[in-house]
């Protein structure tokens, strides 16, 4: 597996270059968002505002909790897709 990927719960692949979540023959293509949220989990960031800031933050970009929870159930649903 390439530094660009990760592996989620030992099934799922994310391609950080392709954008994609696969898992079982099944893949999508994700946000630049749901990406980055993916990879401060990885990194172990689980409080809302540190992933805020990590995701938005970073980028100089100011969002309000609506955001953050819209971001989580549009990656849930990228979950769904997958069969997860």
């Known amino acids: 597996m390439s530094q660009n990927n990760y592996l989620i719960d ?17 893949s999508i293509t994700i946000s630049e968002s749901e990406r ?10 689980f409080k809302k505002d540190d992933l805020i800031n990590y995701v938005w933050g970073r980028k100089g ?7 953050y929870y819209k971001l989580i159930n549009q990656l849930r649903g990228s979950f769904d897709k997958i069969g997860l």
Do not use: N, P
């Open 36 to 45: 980055s949220l993916l990879i401060a989990f990885h990194e172990g960031l």
């Open 10 to 26: 030992k099934r799922v692949i994310l391609d950080c270059e392709r954008m994609t979540l696969s898992c079982a023959g099944e």
């Open 61 to 67: 970009v100011v969002v309000s909790d609506a955001s």
